[in-house]
């Protein structure tokens, strides 16, 4: 087996920081030594087949992105990465593992949907790769095969209170699965808006004129997540079922999320660059020669942007910092202009929803610490080493200790990312949410199980590579 030292760098962990290096064998971690130490009376980095001299540099635990959609069907056209392009594109940006939702279609066996999400993932991923469950269609059959989930390595299922028609489930269905997650131990996860006022909203203003994407923002008011999200705590909280609400973005959803968190409820959350960083202003002020108005599709996406004024984005770097939220995902659902977000030209609510951000995670939330809205170890926390915890995976993945698979990112604070589509973009999209956005650090070297799969900026994995993740039920419920 080939061996490889990560030689001068500082090992970060979320607990802290040393000045270590990592030693490799084949695709597990197997010493974090001294600067320089010998082991067995030998030379460790005289002996190494290859050292990667990380000095200078931080050693951090590969990104974990536990919310991405890659191929998914939605808004009548299909996510634009493959697992191929997705995750080629997560490596670049320091991600090593994502956890994919596979999709429950309406009159569909949980079984069969599982099944197809395998087909498409399998023997394409450049990193590893597990699963979330979408329960899109609640039924007996559908509630008995989510308790034979975990025999699969899927310990959590997504329900939706919005999207009706399509993924949507009443209060009854939700009830009834939730009962399933408490009694199996299943991460119940929810997208919480209430779709069905939502819709109403939506179409009053469409019937007024308003279509532009900027209204996707106004018609997913605040108080329709605020409201959704009391509600799912108060399903949780009546069944006993753990629970973990996706793509936060409103401050009175953190709100009730850390009101059932300090009465000692298994309540969590995640928010995503998107909801940190952009805001329905921008989306308002986007105009393009190409698009006019229409510019602002590109970040049409659910949850909505919030009004900067309104203060939601300082209340999600809040929450990151006080652990009212405890992850940062992207919700990677990515589309493009042509052919695909253009299918809602004068009418919002025909934009495929959706953002691509897979590549720029961990430089984005990076940047956050340049910033000092996080510290450099609750960057790794919030990354990789939570992510692990809450879904399963910890001990193999989220951190660098022997007997942990070897995905580690060196990371350059002194390098610097310009973000846009002609500069750093892998992602298979026309444009880039994230145009123009500078970072104060830079992906540098990445390792997958052992592997070097992107250095120089260079992809250097191979698709097939990625190895589906059996996932073990939540290291992080209280
Ligand atoms: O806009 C989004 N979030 N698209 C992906 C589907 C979902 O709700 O997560
Ligand atoms: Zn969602
Ligand atoms: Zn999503």
Request: glycine fraction near 10%.
């Amino acid at each position: 087996m080939t061996t490889t030292l990560i030689s001068g760098g500082t090992v970060v962990s979320a607990t802290g920081r040393v000045e270590a290096d990592v030693l490799v064998d084949g695709e597990r971690i197997v010493a974090v030594l001294q600067p320089g130490s010998e082991l067995m009376g030998t030379d460790v980095a005289a002996s190494a087949d290859r050292v990667i001299d990380a000095t200078g540099k931080y050693v951090i635990p590969g990104g974990i992105d536990a919310h991405t959609h890659m191929q998914l069907p939605f808004g009548g056209t299909e996510a634009s990465d493959t697992f191929e392009s997705g995750t080629i594109a997560a490596a670049h940006g320091g991600t090593t593992s994502i956890i994919d939702f596979a999709v429950q279609t309406y009159g569909q066996r949980i079984e069969d949907g599982l099944a197809a999400w395998h087909e498409k993932a399998g023997g394409n991923c450049a990193i590893d790769y597990g699963f979330h469950q979408i329960v899109g269609d609640v039924n007996e059959a559908s509630l008995e095969a989510m308790k034979r989930l975990p025999d699969e390595g899927i310990t959590s299922f997504k329900m939706f209170m919005a999207y009706p028609g399509v993924f949507y489930s009443d209060d009854a269905q939700i009830l009834k699965a939730m009962q399933v997650s408490r009694d199996t131990g299943l991460l119940t996860m929810m997208h919480a808006e209430n779709g069905p006022a939502i819709d109403v909203l939506a179409a009053q203003l469409v019937d007024a004129g308003k279509t532009d994407p900027y209204y996707h923002g106004i018609a997913r008011a605040w108080e329709m997540e605020e409201e959704a999200t009391h509600r799912a705590i108060m399903l949780a909280k009546l069944t006993g079922a753990p629970l973990y609400v996706v793509h936060v973005s409103a401050k009175q959803a953190v709100e009730q999320l850390a009101w059932a968190r300090d009465k000692g409820q298994n309540v969590y959350g995640e928010t995503c660059p998107q909801y940190l960083y952009l805001s329905l202003e921008d989306q308002l002020g986007a105009k393009s020669d190409e698009w006019g108005a229409f510019e602002g599709a590109k970040w049409v996406c659910s949850t909505p942007l919030r009004s900067r004024a309104e203060g939601h984005q300082d209340s999600m770097w809040q929450a990151l910092r006080t652990n009212d939220l405890q992850m940062v995902s992207t919700d990677h659902c990515p589309f493009c202009m042509k052919d695909q977000k253009e299918l809602g030209l004068g009418d919002f609510r025909k934009i495929p929803n959706g953002i691509g951000s897979i590549e720029h995670r961990m430089d984005l939330m990076y940047q956050g610490v340049v910033t000092g809205e996080i510290t450099l170890e609750r960057w790794v926390e919030l990354t990789s080493t939570t992510p692990a915890r809450m879904f399963g995976l910890y001990g193999r993945k989220g951190v660098i200790q022997p007997g942990a698979d070897a995905d580690i990112v060196v990371y350059d604070p002194n390098g610097h990312t310009s973000i846009g589509l002609d500069k750093t973009h892998h992602m298979n999209m026309d444009y880039s949410a994230w145009e123009g956005y500078e970072i104060d650090g830079k992906v540098d070297t990445v390792m997958s199980r052992g592997r070097v799969v992107v250095e120089n900026d260079t992809f250097t994995g191979a698709a097939g590579h990625g190895q589906y993740l059996k996932r073990g039920l939540s290291q992080y419920l209280i």
